[in-house]
């Protein structure tokens, strides 16, 4: 064995690195048997990262049940790498119940007790996430044999060896080689650094930066996007009037840190409805966002009708012709026309063959005649209005997306019903029995979301449509499909009624008033604006690499190792925020070219990969891209090593004896 060995430098250790370390060590007996040092520099835990570490509110919880989440590799996972099947979220918590997993810390009674009463239909907290994720880290790590060394601190910086001074290129290796530099006066020498940041802070635009002088102006309070978690909400007073722009997962989350976090309480009812009890400390939350509605809640029916297949319209073959016609690709005339006309055909599957009693006609015949029909024609919607009598029935994805649009609202109290009763019916057909469609339509999107990437060479899509997929696709399938746990809205609807939320409606805007120092928030669809001291952006900041508050990032973007994704449009170039990868998670550098030994990888890049958990035994996008990831990796070692066994000194360099590491199989209970 050679004195020093090739190292592979992960800045992150959160759910992505944990992944592409699993398939590191899945795929390296086949690709690469030599020495190898693994380096993961993560200030918070390994494993569960900044996003889903321990130490954050308990009432917190994932937006996915426990059923639905893995870490797995499974052998639904259509990869070249070896499948890795192990125990989703809900068979790990019954593993460590039943003794059959040992490898877990002395777990305090809180999680004891969430491990006791979890089942597939549970949404977890975030807490017992953490550890599911840290288990599987220190498994991923174990199954490397050992070589593997967290550095608990921050990545400040990444340097070419042959460019820092004072380093000379010692072997033929060094070309190409990086050194991290860490918060803590270390460096690791790097042969290859993957970027697996995940979720990272940016400076606010220019918008939130004038919200937040106007504030400290005038004695008020704004919270610019960020991770909400992590924002001191400590100035709100109890009783205080504050304007919330945004009703994703981040407004849930904020609920839920306003209420219950200052010491609220829910109870049940004997309507089977939620009561509110105030414990005096709440603010007054005034919301709304583009729909003027919360994401849709997560589904509770199950299928009942004939199972889903696979994929019929959006297609290979389909997206293959579509190439052979076109230079380029258009998502809303070209892609979406087939993912809607999937989209339907999986939700009226289920209503045909699940609820046969609410169709006029057979599904041979229904599906037959849609099949041959395109998505946006008169005859579908007329095979539609013949077969489906009920028209609250027949699915329209564009009042799906904009459920008020086209209505106006002259009064405060008119909007409050409007958004009320919008909720309500949500819970209705979501989360209940009767209408298991609704689940169809959500593994549709899901299937098509997951797949995307896959079929559709992001190259070939025009700079409009690169636009639409990162932006409103995304979010239309984040509002369909990635929505709170149905117990959420049933808490809007309890803090609704108890007078500590009210809804401002669609198409808000928020203004200022120098005079009286308050913000000032309107809807277009109404007249009635609402004024407060306080304004908070419920969203996570808005991905850019050349504003981002990561000092790794900075400092690859200012070298020009890593740049900003650019798209050039019909209204000049437009600047997508995130790290411009190719299509196997290379760095490009500010000159355009692919490096060979910077690799990034999750949704602060330019790749296409979902960043949500992945379902078991769905073949998920993640899994693929960790796999071809980790191969990749190995390649590259792989042939630093065969063109110079000595190359690559894997240890840590140190400013001093008070450089930290620590194991990695050395997990925090």
């Known amino acids: 064995m050679p004195a020093s060995v090739p190292s592979v430098v992960f800045i992150g250790g959160g759910p992505r690195a944990a992944g592409v370390l699993e398939r590191l060590a899945a795929n390296r007996p086949a ?103 840290e288990w599987f880290f220190r498994r991923a790590v174990a199954a490397l044999g050992g070589n593997v060394t967290v550095h ?66 005038h004695g008020g309070f704004h919270a610019a996007p960020s991770y909400t978690a992590d924002v001191d909400y400590s100035p709100l007073a109890p009783g205080q009037d504050v304007i919330v722009a945004g009703m994703g997962l981040a407004f849930v989350d904020l609920l839920v840190l306003l209420t219950e976090g200052r010491g609220g309480r829910f109870e049940e009812t004997a309507e089977g409805g939620l009561r509110y009890v105030a414990s005096g400390r709440e603010p007054r939350l005034l919301a709304g966002s583009r729909r003027g509605v919360p994401y849709h ?106 459920p008020f649009a086209g209505q106006s609202f002259p009064s405060h109290s008119e909007v409050q019903d409007a958004v009320a009763k919008y909720i309500e019916h949500d819970l209705l057909v979501r989360d209940g029995p009767d209408h298991p469609e609704t689940m169809a339509l959500f593994v549709a999107l899901l299937k098509v979301y997951m797949d995307l990437g896959r079929l559709v060479p992001a190259e070939r899509l025009n700079a409009r449509s690169q636009q639409t997929v990162h932006g409103w696709w995304h ?48 809807s277009a669809q109404s007249s009635v604006a609402v004024r407060a001291k306080a304004f908070i952006e419920a969203r996570l900041p808005a991905t850019s690499v050349a504003r981002s508050l990561n000092p790794a990032l900075q400092s690859m973007h200012d070298a020009g190792l890593g740049t900003e994704q650019q798209l050039l449009t019909a209204d000049g170039i437009h600047s997508t925020g995130k790290l411009l990868v190719s299509g196997n998670h290379q760095l490009v550098d500010a000159e355009g070219r692919a490096q060979d030994r910077i690799f990034g990888i999750g949704p602060g890049t330019s790749g296409w990969g979902a960043g949500a958990f992945a379902r078991p035994g769905t073949n998920a996008a993640p899994f693929r891209e960790n796999d071809a990831l980790a191969r990749d990796v190995l390649a590259v070692v792989a042939g630093i090593y065969a063109a110079d066994p000595s190359s690559g000194a894997g240890l840590a360099r140190t400013a001093g004896s008070h450089t930290a590491t620590q194991p990695a199989a050395v997990g925090k209970a």
């Open 31 to 133: 690709l690469f048997a030599g020495p190898l040092d693994i380096h993961v520099v993560e200030p918070h835990e390994p494993g569960s990262g900044r996003i889903w570490r321990y130490d954050q509110h308990p009432g917190l919880m994932l937006n996915s049940a426990a059923a639905d989440v893995t870490m797995f590799t499974d052998s639904s996972v259509a990869c070249e790498g070896p499948a890795a099947d192990g125990p989703g979220l809900a068979a790990w918590a019954a593993g460590v119940l039943d003794g059959s997993i040992t490898d877990v810390p002395d777990f305090p009674r809180t999680i004891r007790e969430q491990l006791r009463n979890l089942t597939g239909a549970t949404f977890p907290t975030r807490q017992l996430q953490s550890q599911y994720l």
């Open 475 to 522: 979010g239309f399938f984040s509002f369909v499909d990635s929505g709170p746990p149905p117990r959420r809205l049933r808490e809007m609807l309890a803090l609704h009624r108890a007078g500590l939320l009210d809804f401002l409606g669609p198409e808000i805007s928020v203004g200022t008033d120098e005079a009286t120092g308050d913000f000032v928030a309107t």
């Open 152 to 217: 608990r601190t921050t990545a400040v910086a990444i340097e070419r060896v042959s460019a820092r001074s004072g380093v000379a290129s010692s072997t033929a290796s060094d070309d190409g080689a990086h050194l991290v530099r860490l918060a803590n006066g270390g460096e690791v020498r790097a042969d290859v650094v993957v970027a697996a940041l995940g979720h990272t802070d940016s400076r606010p635009d220019a918008a939130s930066e004038a919200w937040s002088g106007f504030a400290a102006r």
């Open 297 to 402: 809640s997560k589904v509770s029916a199950a299928l009942r009708g004939e199972a889903p297949g696979d994929l019929l319209f959006f297609t290979r073959d389909a997206v293959d012709a579509l190439l052979e016609l076109h230079t380029e690709l258009d998502f809303r005339s070209h892609l979406w026309p087939l993912i809607a006309k999937e989209a339907g055909y999986g939700y009226y599957r289920e209503l045909f063959t699940g609820s046969p009693e609410k169709v006029s006609t057979s599904w041979a015949e229904f599906s037959s005649r849609f099949a041959a029909l395109d998505w946006y024609s008169t005859a579908r919607e007329e095979l539609v209005a013949a077969s489906v009598q009920d028209s609250s029935l027949r699915l329209d994805l564009e009042r799906l997306d904009r």
